[in-house]
């Protein structure tokens, strides 16, 4: 994309709204970045976007409206479906099911351990299943019945669809999801159950489970449909009331929404799938961190997400995020393919305790009100951003600009009173404590996303953002032995920036069972790739159609094609990706090769169970429509001119207290170095710089975190 005057050429903006702060990201045509933070207004997802807006055309000396007039692209990851599940703050839903199958959601495989931490996991004696987001009252059953081959053995008694669904209605029914048990293999039932569901109550909210995930496990797809159905009619009026109110105030094109696959999509796919941007804010952060590994040429990157409340954790493999075929949110396993992210309750509001004479962190969090004690708005509780004003690691004059003012007597208070006596130790003591605990948990959690699935952290770098990211770095990077560490210029406002870097993606799929027999060795002999190329033909076809229907225009395309495998009689499936079509003999082979060799990299050498056969179950592609974005401006080098001397201030690391180096953002130019330990104090976060660590600055002013040789440890 050639470069030119932002005023002819436009902007592209990115917002991330969640529940606290919504951050936004402005690239001109020449590449400069800037980003902006301001308070979400809850029930108006526009309100907070526009008041980052405003601020950004101030920037340039433009009123709001001209500001938005000027806007190319606009792309916005939001945590309304989100927060709708956590809260179950959704519609009322009715579900219809086939004869004999009405209680699908609440057998639910008897599985009880959904989405559970190890704490609960272990009060087995507590565990319940999942409680399903439909009432008993409000499920119905329809008469009709298709086998497993897609024949029909007894049509659809449409008078008996009518009675339930009017049934329904008179229960209060909002939303509705038809959910059949063949339905993927023949959906004209459900398409037909649908229609007559909107022939009695025109407009509802209706999902189809075969349009939305035509997978098998009637389960799983079933507990979607019903998310989706249930997050309909809110996540509908907000998207549209969103467009509107943006459009409204200036905006000439339609804004893209974040999805949890790691693309964006349009306003009316999002209306009609809302179970598609669960993950919508914390993903637009790996593909962020994809975009920094590619322009650092770094294409194995483990991306760290510490906030106020939780950690999140995601990977970058190979150049690509790391995918899952489902996730669990609120107890309820969502089989919607998305980046895979894991999550701890670990952030700088996770609440320290001494407990029977042991010191805790987490995952209770003192939230944003009233937040940690330092915060001077009546918290109590003792946290990890209070830990970190005690021991130096946080400015309480310069938090977030010094937009806030924090009170380190309040911390140390905190700290005090709730750990410091209770066990026995001096305040520094007790947070440096609280710091080395949490910071042992993250990495734990990398551990288990890394090396549990046979990744060796040593081969990535670590990229940490988020509010307190770029402080705990130092540490559970260490701790890890990974390459080095990297800590993006837009680090408090990763995500909305891995929006502003995302492109269209649309997924399709469909289950179609392929098997070879016990004992045999390759695949070519017993599935017909002909077959297989008609299945994946058929899905990419689908996918970029409707890619060519959104209302941007991707300047290329690009398709990948994955199917999902097991060994017969096994129940989970791996994923595995099809390198090269059409497919043919030889690479059906190479596949069948592929999957055992997967299995045993997650599951142990000599784990496959070779002797049962292969099953190919879920064929799906992934269509990627490229979007054209300005290149970031490069930074200038050091000559001292504007950057500010350090000064500096004790701060209290490995046990003992420092006399470190602090400076500002004027700092941040290329060739600029800076010897540990030494504090980074941007106006949205802080940079620790461990002690026998180096940073640098790269021509994007990323900050670059790396060991000291031990021949240049003097030199500091």
Not at 83 to 95: H, K
Not at 144 to 158: A, F, I, P, T, W
Not at 355 to 382: H, I, R
Not at 646 to 661: S, T, Y
Request: glycine share 10%.
């Amino acid at each position: 994309m050639s470069l030119g005057d932002p005023a002819t050429d436009g902007f592209h903006v990115s917002s991330d709204v969640g529940g606290t702060f919504t951050d936004t990201v402005v690239i001109d045509a020449a590449g400069v970045l800037r980003r902006y933070k301001a308070a979400s207004t809850p029930g108006n997802v526009a309100g907070g976007v526009l008041a980052t807006c405003e601020l950004a055309g101030r920037d340039q000396g433009l009123e709001l409206s001209d500001f938005l007039g000027k806007v190319k692209l606009f792309s916005q990851g939001t945590t309304v479906a989100t927060n709708g599940l956590l809260q179950r703050q959704g519609a009322t839903v009715g579900l219809l099911h086939t004869a004999g199958f009405g209680d699908t959601l609440f057998v639910s495989r008897a599985w009880k351990a959904f989405g559970l931490d190890d704490a609960s996991l272990r009060n087995y004696r507590h565990l319940v299943k999942p409680r399903p987001l439909v009432e008993r009252r409000l499920t119905r059953e329809v008469s009709e019945r298709v086998d497993y081959k897609g024949r029909v053995l007894r049509k659809l008694d449409e008078g008996a669809a009518r009675t339930a669904i009017c049934e329904l209605l008179a229960e209060g029914a909002e939303a509705f999801v038809v959910s059949l048990l063949w339905s993927f293999k023949h959906p004209e039932h459900e398409r037909r159950v649908k229609e007559i569901v909107l022939e009695q109550a025109p407009g509802a909210f209706v999902t189809a489970s075969s349009e939305l995930l035509p997978r098998i496990n009637e389960y799983e797809r079933t507990v979607t449909a019903t998310v989706n159905a249930f997050l309909g009619p809110e996540v509908a009026r907000a998207a549209v009331g969103m467009r509107s109110d943006l459009r409204d105030s200036g905006l000439p094109t339609s804004p893209l929404l974040m999805l949890s696959n790691g693309g964006i999509g349009a306003v009316e796919q999002v209306a009609r799938e809302p179970v598609s941007i669960l993950l919508s804010g914390p993903v637009g952060g790996v593909v962020g961190s994809r975009f920094v590994g590619e322009q650092l040429g770094e294409p194995n990157v483990i991306t760290t997400d510490m906030g106020g409340t939780s950690f999140d954790v995601g990977m970058v493999v190979d150049g690509q995020p790391l995918m899952q075929a489902s996730t669990v949110i609120a107890n309820q396993p969502v089989s919607i393919p998305s980046v895979a992210i894991a999550t701890i309750g670990a952030g700088g509001g996770s609440i320290a305790r001494a407990d029977k004479g042991l010191l805790t962190v987490g995952p209770e969090s003192a939230g944003a009100v009233p937040g940690p004690a330092c915060y001077g708005d009546g918290g109590m509780e003792p946290t990890v951003t209070d830990a970190d004003v005690v021991l130096g690691l946080i400015d309480p004059d310069n938090f977030l600009g010094g937009r806030i003012k924090l009170y380190p007597e309040l911390a140390g208070k905190a700290i005090g009173e709730r750990v410091a006596e209770p066990l026995g130790l001096s305040i520094e003591a007790a947070a440096a404590g609280i710091k080395r605990i949490v910071d042992s948990q993250m990495a734990d959690l990398i551990r288990s996303v890394t090396i549990h699935k046979g990744y060796d952290p040593r081969e990535f770098v670590l990229l940490a953002f988020g509010g307190a990211g770029p402080v705990h770095a130092h540490a559970y990077g260490a701790e890890l032995g990974v390459k080095r560490m990297i800590i993006p210029v837009t680090a408090s406002v990763h995500s909305a920036y891995g929006i502003l870097a995302s492109d269209l993606v649309i997924t399709r799929e469909q289950t179609q069972s392929f098997f070879t027999p016990p004992g045999s060795e390759g695949a070519s002999q017993y599935v017909e790739a002909g077959a297989v190329n008609a299945i994946l033909d058929q899905l990419e076809r689908d996918a970029r159609e409707t890619i060519a229907a959104q209302k941007v225009q991707p300047s290329a395309f690009e398709t990948k094609a994955f199917v999902d495998m097991r060994f017969r009689f096994q129940i989970h499936e791996l994923t595995v990706e099809i390198p090269a079509r059409p497919m043919t003999a030889d690479r059906l082979d190479a596949l069948h090769e592929r999957f055992i060799e997967n299995y045993e990299l997650r599951f142990g050498e000599g784990s496959a169970f070779t002797a049962a056969g292969v099953e190919m179950v879920t064929w799906r592609v992934v269509a990627t429509g490229k979007l054209d974005k300005p290149a970031l401006a490069r930074a200038a080098t050091k000559n001292g001119a504007g950057v500010h001397a350090p000064k500096r201030r004790p701060v209290h690391l490995a046990g003992e207290w420092h006399d470190a180096e602090i400076y500002d953002e004027s700092a941040l130019t290329l060739d600029g170095t800076f010897f540990g330990p030494a504090i980074i104090g941007l106006p949205d976060t802080t940079i620790v710089v461990g002690i026998d660590q180096v940073a640098s600055v790269d021509a994007n002013r990323n900050v670059i975190i790396d060991a000291v040789p031990a021949a240049r440890r003097n030199e500091r």
